[in-house]
């Protein structure tokens, strides 16, 4: 009880999700509860100094929020609003939820090192060298130099570099960003995914994919691929994600390429090992998983 009466105050329901968003994270409510009673308190506050007709209901909106609130404390991920060569959407599990997990890769004349950054844990470092080894298996099919590994070094960075970052779900995600930037098809921004991936290709179940299904959906995502072996998990999922979302379940990294970028990768002609194409001179343009 905050002193105000229910024909005082109003909080419309914008008001609400933009506390949940960008005031709160958390699995529970407690902040959430904490948020609200600032707001009455300081509306509370100023009913008694402005001494208003206490008749006229104060509306609070998200656009008056940071009257009340202050700054935004935190901020969520959302979708890109073009298509990028080497940057994809993946997506990640938190103890306070899912989030959107940006994922960069490009490519430098070098002799073939491979250069990590964002705060990687062992786990997805070793993913990344996974990623490598399926793209030198499967390069002919992917349209790309076999002796690619030789001239070329690849930077994969994982942005908000302070925030540490783990787990194997991110693979399939490090293998689409990597073949992008060496084919220069850019990626779908309107795609995420996520899923572990095999020295053979294959796209292994995760966890957490209520969650990411979640944060796909309030990040603007309209296509999200998943796992073949996480359909069963869709029977759990709430209505309106079905609804809102084109969930694909696959199998293998072939698919993913096909659905994640603008258009697949031609494999090389019968013969050809290696493409006597242009050598990148500088680098493109480019923009816990479970």
Known sequence: NNGLKEDEIEMIE???RDIVRYYTREAGVRSLEREISKV???????LLLEKRDSSEKIIISAKVLEKYLGVRKFRYGMAE??????QVTGLAWTEVGGELLT?????VPGKGNTMYTGKLGDVMKESIQAAT???R???KRFGIAEDFYQKHDFHVHVPEGATPKDGPSAGVGMCTAMVSSLTKIPVRADVAMTGEITLRGEVLPIGGLKEKLLAARRGGIKTVLIP???????TEMPENILQDLEII???WIDEVLENALERAPEPLPKGQAASKGKEPTEPDSTLTTH
Do not use: C, M, W, Y
Request: no cysteine; aromatic share 2%; charged share 35%.
């Open 249 to 251: 379940p696959l199998r």
């Open 133 to 135: 080894t399926v793209i």
């Open 137 to 139: 298996h499967r390069a």
């Open 103 to 107: 994922i960069e890769s490009v490519i």
């Open 81 to 86: 609003e073009n298509n990028q060569v080497g």
């Open 14 to 16: 914008d008001a609400a």
């Open 40 to 46: 009455f308190r300081k509306v509370t506050r100023k």
């Open 228 to 234: 073949s072996e996480n359909e069963k998990d869709l």
